[in-house]
Nanobody
Framework: QVQLVESGGGLVQTGGSLRLSCAAS????????MAWFRRAPGKEREFVGA????????YYTDSVKGRFTISRDNAKNTVALQMNSLKPEDTAVYYC?????????????WGQGTQVTISS
């Protein structure tokens, strides 16, 4: 099992940047594919992007391509989401997720989330 704790959320202005981090417990972090999801007010949870276990591949939902970047440090058991050119529609609670397979249809492990608010 793995436990996930997100950090780095906050309030920023439109066009600004924010970096989220997710710290994972356990000694097998590199065995997990990692992803970021978000839930905006009144909407369902949405996939943002993911990174494979090796870190060799990343993929994103269209609305964040070119603005968001996912990276991981398997030595530090962390995954990051760098968010640039932020828009008010990026306002959401952001969740870190993990799964033992690359490109899973769903993720088995979830963090508690961190709030990101973009002011216009």
């Amino acid at each position: 099992q793995v436990q996930l704790v997100e950090s780095g959320g906050g309030l920023v202005q439109t066009g600004g940047s924010l970096r989220l981090s997710c710290a994972a417990s356990g000694r097998t972090f590199s065995s997990y594919a990692m992803a970021w999801f978000r839930r905006a007010p009144g909407k369902e949870r949405e996939f943002v992007g993911a990174i494979t276990r090796s870190g060799g591949s990343t993929y994103y939902t269209d609305s964040v391509k070119g603005r968001f970047t996912i990276s991981r440090d398997n030595a530090k058991n962390t995954v990051a989401l760098q968010m640039n050119s932020l828009k008010p529609e990026d306002t959401a609670v952001y969740y870190c997720a993990a799964d033992r397979t690359d490109y899973p249809s769903w993720y088995d492990y979830w963090g508690q989330g961190t709030q990101v608010t973009i002011s216009s």
